[in-house]
């Protein structure tokens, strides 16, 4: 929900940065940040936490950190002989947010898959591991971090279909991997 401030009595360049100060608190979920404002006569001189703000965008949650990687489809071991497989990419997109890439092989054949997105972390549990949440062709998606693998699953099966070609989907099961990933 977002709060609507009345500051008749300031400037509306001081109004416009404490307004933009306060939706970054909102957005970064980080209650402790406030503006110190000083006021005198002649000037007007605003010190928000900006810096905490932004500190708190560059600081990783370990959820973002456990998730970061590239995840590839079984196929990926056997691309030298041919399989199609999905590589998704995940990079970090704040504190507790995340930029999804979707890729697929490209070196032999037309890719059958592709998507960007960003994902929110939902929350996570030891017998769930750690879930992010996005929303795709109007349906809720879930992307499951748990030991290793990420599992992209969605309320609606068929809006991850949407993504890809020959009857493949974005939906399953993805291995982390270890080393760097291989465009062919």
Partial sequence: MIKTL????????????????????????????????QSTATSTMVKPAIESAA???????????????????????????????????I????????????????DIKQASCSYEGQATLMGQDNAHGIIFQTMANDSLVFLQFKD????IDSEDKRALNYFCSGGATLAGDYQKLTGNLAVS
Avoid at 12 to 17: G, H
Avoid at 30 to 35: A, E, F, G, I, Q
């Fill in 148 to 151: 290793g693998q990420l599992t």
């Fill in 55 to 89: 500190q708190a965008q560059t600081t990783l949650s370990p959820a973002v950190q456990v998730a970061l990687g590239d995840y590839v489809s079984t196929g990926y071991a056997q691309r030298a002989q041919g399989y199609d497989w999905i590589a998704v990419m």
């Fill in 6 to 37: 009345s500051l008749p009595s300031l400037p509306s360049s001081v109004a416009a940065l404490t307004l933009a100060v306060t939706a970054l608190t909102a957005l970064s979920a980080c209650n402790s940040v406030s503006p110190t404002m």
């Fill in 91 to 106: 990079s970090a997109n704040g504190s507790e947010a995340i930029n999804i890439k979707v890729r697929a092989r490209t």
